[in-house]
């Protein structure tokens, strides 16, 4: 069901790759609520993924850029105030990609160029992203910039590895620059921490299906879905939350204020079994 949220509006997705994706489902619901859009990710992605077909789908361009590189964001903010006809309303950051998660690199074994690789992709992204803007003074006043993270930027999670740096420091930079472009140009910018959902870059997290489990266990109303982290995001992007800004606001079935939940505590009663989790000298593996 339509509510025309986002009459009018216009704003950049970065990230969609395939259904699975949440920028895709926050695309989709975008449009449905009256925006017009354009589209962007990397090169690559563009090519292995299914963005052209969202593309197709949403009548929208999509824009090929690596977020980590200032000149390609610049063309993506340009060429979208060109497309969409003025400045910008909203703005979706969903970008995250660890090579050590990739290469099973545990978080006591770190391969620091790969470390400094998915702090750029997956949070200084989002700070080049949003300078870019600024700096072409692309953002509508009282636009709004959302940038998707995990409760892992708070909390230990097994496996979550190196992308818990990256989300704590996406996290601070949503804060730091929403001061800044909040005074300079009424921008707000939020996170918002959603829930283990299973897109492509959440399965490779390790254990995700034990987490995902865990998650919706734990949580009252039980684990949000994409579709339902798009609904709410298009809140985020509307005028209704105009004054909300610098915040990292859960969307996860209410997991982040439960110490421990009654259907948790039941997987306990089954047993556990450490030594799935040792490693071929017989230690076990806690990263």
């Keep these: 069901m339509s509510y025309n949220l986002l009459k009018g509006k216009r704003g ?3 990230g969609a790759l395939n259904e699975q994706s949440i920028a895709w489902k926050i695309a989709e619901r975008a449009v449905e609520e009256g925006a017009t859009i354009t589209l962007s990710n990397t090169p ?9 077909t969202l593309g197709d789908k949403l009548h929208c361009e999509v824009i090929p850029a690596d977020a980590t590189n200032v000149e390609e964001l610049t063309n993506v903010f340009t060429r979208s105030m060109d497309i969409l006809g003025g400045k910008i309303d909203f703005l979706l950051h969903s970008i995250g990609m660890s090579p050590n998660v990739r290469k099973r690199r545990t978080y006591d074994d770190l391969d620091y160029d790969m470390l400094n690789k998915t702090l750029d992709i997956s949070a200084i992204s989002f700070h080049k992203m949003i300078q870019v803007a600024k700096n072409l003074d692309a953002m509508a006043e009282y636009g709004s910039i959302v940038a998707l993270t995990y409760v892992a930027a708070q909390r230990t999670f097994y496996g979550y590895n190196d992308m818990a740096d990256a989300k704590a420091l996406l996290e601070s930079i949503a804060r730091s620059f929403g ?21 492509t870059a959440g399965s490779g997290v390790k254990g995700i299906d034990k987490l995902f489990d865990f998650a919706d ?22 005028d209704l939350t105009r004054k909300v800004t610098m915040q990292n606001l859960y ?7 439960i110490g421990m939940s009654l259907r948790a505590m039941g997987m306990y009663e089954k047993g556990f079994n450490l030594d799935d989790y040792k490693n071929e000298a017989g230690n076990v593996v806690y990263g």
């Design 179 to 199: 001061y800044i472009y909040g005074r300079d140009h009424s921008v707000r910018i939020n996170t918002l921490s959603q829930s283990p959902t299973m897109t």
């Design 44 to 52: 690559v992605a563009v090519r292995m993924g299914d963005i052209s």
């Design 217 to 238: 266990r734990m949580s009252p109303l039980g684990n949000a879905s994409a579709e339902e982290c798009a609904d709410y995001c298009i809140t985020l992007f509307s």
């Design 251 to 257: 969307h996860d079935g209410g997991f982040s204020s």
């Design 12 to 14: 950049i997705v970065f």
